[in-house]
């Protein structure tokens, strides 16, 4: 009997349902702020640091005693200790999805232990020198997102063999113990193989999450303003990079919960010539501004001296008409000058270069003392600045320039001609006053998501329509071993931890 085939109609239904689903998960995924792409062209510099780290681990090595007897002999391998590590070849590369491998071949390992022998009433003992020789060590980092938004070492595999080992026996029983050898550095190469993966585990999940806990992730930038950098989704990672995508949003410390809706282009990452890449959308310098505007940073006021004295005269004799009208307790009162954005200021980006506008309110004001103040003037300002950004150690610093600049009325437009011979000295004052102070503090910057002791140098800034990637390499600043032992957690010097997986799961 055929199968009853469903209507049309129906069918169409659930197409299009199915459709409008997939639209809305898009619809509401969330856009980053921030980008991060780490290229092949950085494993080399990692793996010059990883591996110094991993044989500094693998000299930790602790192995079981081997005791035993065969026939009337017997014997006890004790106080085995790694002298040295070899490594000949090496290979650091991403695997496809979220994987970090690591090959190593033909390395060789330094021992040294100390033998007894018993046989009847004859005792040997002393220490040996050893090699353990043909070692291959396979491991695989998987890296994900955890429930904070932070990049962790989520799971290690690892594959570990020794091939061979060697002991140069010697002393009273030479003889026997070149007739034991064989039987005594089997045992020892099936310990040894057991002892390789646990301190790779212990090494990826312990100490290198130790060193991922010091990229920030919600910190604060100044006492008002923080930035969230949870990551969105879990690291991606194809056969030439590793991509990574930040919410990349400033807030007001004042309001915590508060976040600005993510409607910027996204940030896109093509190029793979540097080690590393950052992109920053607009949305990263308009939640930046925002959230300076909701504390109510974003306004000056120079009273008295601090008005420059030209602009003081220009002032008075401007709104001169005005000021002799007032009572003589009046007249010689301190000038005001308050500026105060309307708005919050909105960052453009495009392939010529970066732009900021703003829009603030100018009053001006005679304050005279213990009465209010005298309102002069209210005006409107427009102003644009160039912004250049430049990444320097591992914070994204900014440079504003003044370039256009003017003032009209809110309230006439005859008054807004009255106002041009203000254009000019309002301008200066903004250049020589008010300038230096903003870029002193946008020069300061903001830390990009690294970990301690790495930093980007000889970056290149490259502007696009909606958002700007800047690509460097990276250096460190300090060893990897000495970032490690500085965040150490208390409670990981046992490299053997109880969660440890299954020793190596190669064949010995």
Sequence with gaps: MTPATPPTGLLAMVLFGALFLALLVGAHAELPGCKIRITSKALELVKKEGLLFLEQELETITIPDLRGREGQFYYNISEVKVTELQLTSSELHFLPQQELMLQITNASLGLRFRRQLLYWIFYDGGYINASAEGVSIRTALQLSRDPNGRMKVSNVSC??????????????????????????????????????????YHAGTVLLNSLLDTVPVRSSVDELVGIDYSLLKDPVASTSNLDMDFRGSFFPLAEGNWSLPNRAVEPQLQEEERMVYVAFSEFFFDSAMESYFRAGALQLSLVGDKVPHDLDMLLRATYFGSIVLLSPAVIDSPLKLELQATAPPRCTIKPSGTTISVTASVTIALVPPDQ???????MI???RLSAKMALRGKALRTQLDLRRFRIYSNQSAL???????????????LQIGVMPMLNERTWRGVQIPLPEGINFVREVVMNHAGFLTIGADLHFAKGLREVIEKNRPANARDPWPSSAPPSSTAAV
């Design 159 to 200: 594959q570990a063999s020794v091939t061979r080992m060697h002991a140069a026996f010697g002393g009273t029983f030479r003889k026997v113990y070149d007739f034991l050898s064989t039987f005594i550095t089997s045992g020892m190469r099936f310990l040894l193989n057991q002892q390789i993966c646990p301190v790779l």
């Design 372 to 378: 209010p103040e005298v309102q002069l003037s209210s």
């Design 381 to 383: 300002m427009d102003a």
């Design 415 to 429: 008054e807004s001609l009255a106002l041009i011979p203000l254009q000019a000295p309002l301008k200066t004052m």
